[in-house]
């Protein structure tokens, strides 16, 4: 019988399929940031458990982090947090890129690094955006508090069986459209309950030419899509991002890993629930209008009307989006005006991220009244973007070159929008107050935020100069 990459998976992870109840499946990875694993350890300690297996964590403290003077954390619970995870790590003794570690930052950026999550591992973290790890074709669920409790105890994952969606993307992208920007146009599709109960597997041409950076960039919007997990087949492209990296695997066991990484592709005619197509041809640059991430739209379009939407509910949504976000229907999305440029976060603060926005930023000048924030995802990011004189090019162009963290994706750790700033984000959520109380988020590309920083407005970088 045929099977899906995701029923491959799936199959060499189940442990127990009980009568009733979900079944139970073995977890290879667990990942750990300061927000959600607390309580976790603390319920743990009360029922005088132990970690069942340290070696299959990795931790760093990302959410919390100031991206300037990093150690002076002025918020007394961030504050708890950080060093409520550093003892319990110590204590644990697990692998944590602390506070002074050079390799420390955000949490989906530092593992890849190290080469820590291979294809066909079953991996989770206290946190949605886990579903980044989808792009070595390994199983990655974002769990809650409770459930980062239970596996720990146990190595084990309660889990209902997911329904699983094919996303075709074929064809060539348009000149400086993105992964980031695939992933806008398949959520602007879908909808961010389109993958409600599926997990989304990434195939196609315009897939397969992606490097490792954009496959990460894609699955980590899969959860925007309302999907439980995005994959992507591993490949060669996979295999050379992760050969010699600190946990791939080593000697005679590398080949062996990567023949059974061969086998995990779905099967040839292998079923899927659902299959959605879209042409790499028709993917422009993207502009988010709305606070929700489906209120997307291309740079070359206007912010809709509340009566283009036949669903009542949708038209309901622009409604308060339009109201929310201060924009008028009609608008030419390349007329809205901006005041913060942020490029970072666990979507788009890798380096190819940054090499992308300071090409364009080269001998150009934010505009004025626009402040704009760099923050490299992790330190081996800012280090590599240093080297190849990145800093330079924003710093010259006008903006702040900062440490890692979490920064202005969500406003906890002092990186925040003031209440009416409107900002162009490489993040990947626009919900109401997301980057700061009143703040408004446009999600876009790091080489679309780079333009508009210029530009104080949204250009199309097609025809930009
Ligand atoms: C703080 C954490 C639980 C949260 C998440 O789960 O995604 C955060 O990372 C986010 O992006 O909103
Ligand atoms: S960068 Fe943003 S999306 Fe990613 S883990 Fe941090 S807060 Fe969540």
């Known amino acids: 019988m045929t099977r899906t990459m995701y029923e491959k998976i799936w199959d060499a992870n189940l442990v127990h399929e009980p009568e009733a109840g979900s079944p139970l499946l073995f977890v290879d990875r667990h990942l750990m940031h300061e927000v959600t694993s607390p309580q976790a350890f603390e319920g743990l300690r009360l029922q005088n458990r ?15 982090v100031p991206t300037k003077d990093r150690f002076n954390i002025v918020d007394v619970i961030a504050k708890k947090q950080v060093e409520t995870m550093t003892a319990n790590c110590e204590e644990n003794e697990i692998n944590l890129y602390g506070m002074d570690s ?17 294809p066909g591992m079953v991996v989770c973290c206290g946190d949605s955006h886990t579903a980044t790890h989808g792009a070595f074709g390994a199983l990655a669920f974002g769990i809650g508090t409770s459930e980062v409790e239970h596996v720990m105890a146990t190595q084990t994952l309660q ?29 602007a599709k879908t909808g961010t309950a389109g993958g409600t109960g599926y997990v989304m597997e990434f195939a196609g041409n315009t897939i397969t030419d992606l490097t490792m950076e954009g496959r990460m960039t894609l699955c980590n919007m899969a959860i925007e899509a309302g999907a439980r997990a995005g994959l992507v087949a591993p490949d060669q492209v996979t295999f050379d991002y992760l050969e010699g990296k600190e946990f791939a695997p080593k000697g005679d066991h590398w080949p062996a890993a990567v023949e059974y990484w061969k086998s995990l592709r779905s ?24 606070t929700s991430p489906e209120q997307v739209i291309s740079v070359t379009g206007v912010v ?38 942020f490029i970072g ?16 930023l080269k001998g150009k000048k934010v505009a004025d009244g626009v402040q704009a924030f760099a923050v490299p995802g992790s330190f081996p990011v800012k280090e590599q973007a240093e080297k190849e ?42 919900f109401e107050g997301r980057q700061g109380k009143g703040g408004r988020t446009h999600l876009v590309s790091p080489a679309m935020a780079a333009a508009a920083s210029v530009a104080g407005h949204f250009v199309d970088i097609r025809d930009w100069k």
């Open 159 to 187: 889990q209902k069986k997911a329904k699983t969606m094919l996303v075709k993307v074929e064809g060539k992208l348009p000149a400086f459209s993105t992964a980031k920007d695939i992933a806008l146009a398949i959520i």
């Open 102 to 118: 050079n390799q420390n930052g955000v949490i989906h950026i530092v593992v890849p690094e190290h080469g820590f999550v291979h």
């Open 389 to 430: 004189g990145l800093d330079k090019i924003f710093i010259d162009a006008g903006w702040e070159w900062r440490d890692p963290g979490c920064s202005m994706c969500l406003a906890m750790n002092g990186d925040e929008l003031k209440d009416g700033q409107r900002s162009a984000s490489t993040s990947n959520r626009n």
């Open 50 to 64: 132990k970690v069942r297996n340290v070696h299959s964590i990795l931790g760093t403290i990302d959410h919390c």
């Open 345 to 360: 976060s666990c979507t788009n603060g890798r380096i190819e991220d940054f090499r992308a926005a300071a090409e364009l």
């Open 304 to 341: 809709p009307a509340p009566s283009d939407f036949t669903n009542e509910v949708k038209s309901q949504a622009c409604a308060s989006a339009l109201k929310y976000m201060a924009l008028d229907a009609g608008q030419k999305i390349t007329d809205i005006h901006i005041d913060v440029v």
């Open 267 to 290: 099967d040839e005619g292998a079923e899927f629930d659902a299959v959605i197509e879209l042409k790499a041809e028709d993917i422009a640059p993207q502009v988010s209008w709305g």
